[in-house]
């Protein structure tokens, strides 16, 4: 069985900086694509970044130059450093893992993703 659990959340001042993990149990994070995504109260859930299984990164604008997806397949972890947080980057903050080459997209864009974390909860303060 497929699981993930998110760690690193907290709350920061603006400009702040933190580190979520995701560490993935049940199966290797090599055959899976894999993302950050986050939903802040009254908002649909967004992405964030992703990592597919072919090392290729994507970023959503908000986030370009300040956050940096990367994952340590030995650790079967997922991470997410966030830089120069800013009070909009408030959210709960989910680890996704997908299965399919033809469905990754949909996941991406729609956060439509065979898997979740629980999320972590981040908070920056102005």
């Known amino acids: 069985q497929v699981q993930l659990a998110e760690s690193g959340g907290g709350s920061v001042q603006t400009g702040g900086s933190l580190r979520l993990s995701c560490v993935a149990f049940g199966y290797s994070m090599d055959f899976y694509d894999m993302g950050w995504f986050r939903q802040a109260p009254g908002k649909e859930r967004e992405g964030v970044a992703t990592?597919?299984?072919?090392?290729?990164?994507t970023y959503a604008d908000s986030v370009e130059g300040r956050f940096t997806i990367s994952k340590d397949n030995a650790k079967n972890t997922l991470y997410l450093q966030m830089n120069s947080l800013k009070p909009e980057d408030t959210a709960m903050y989910y680890c996704?893992?997908?299965?399919?080459?033809?469905?990754?997209?949909?996941?991406?864009?729609?956060?439509?993703?065979?898997?979740w974390g629980q999320g972590t909860q981040v908070i920056v303060s102005s």
């Open positions: 996704a893992a997908h299965f399919g080459t033809s469905t990754w997209r949909i996941c991406r864009e729609n956060a439509v993703c065979d898997y």
């Open positions: 990592f597919a299984t072919d090392g290729s990164t």
